[in-house]
């Protein structure tokens, strides 16, 4: 991961802790499937896929979640919830974009339940 993907994933993980979310994991794997961030909020779940960009042309950072992107997401979840049996009632899906630009505090947007398994 590059720097700015780093910076972006503690950026983000820090404004959802401000926001009341708990983090349990960072950069989960299981094989080749990876979760940026695991984040609990009360009984629920957040698998959090993080995407940050330096401001310029081109889409949205959110953009970049793929059906390819979010069918391994949803593989990696299945097996955390596999691996953490009793962590959680609620599971749901979020994408934070981390909007980065030279003389600006960092922009980030959260889209909680961005999408479901089923949207794959």
């Known amino acids: 991961m590059n720097e700015t993907g780093k910076a972006g994933e503690e950026l983000a993980a820090r404004w959802l802790e401000r926001n009341g979310m708990r983090l349990l994991h960072r ?23 993080v995407k940050t960009r330096r401001l310029g042309p081109g889409g949205t950072p959110a953009a970049a979640v793929t059906a390819a992107k ?37 922009l980030v947007e959260h889209w909680p339940d961005a999408f479901r398994t089923e949207d794959s």
Do not use: K, Y
């Open 27 to 49: 950069n989960w794997r299981q094989g080749r499937n990876e979760i940026d961030l695991v984040m609990r909020h009360r009984q629920t779940i957040a698998f959090v896929e």
């Open 70 to 106: 979010r069918r391994r997401l949803a593989r990696a979840a299945a097996a955390w919830i596999v691996s953490h049996p009793g962590t959680g009632r609620e599971f749901r899906f979020d994408i934070v974009e981390v909007t980065i630009a030279a003389g600006r505090p960092p």
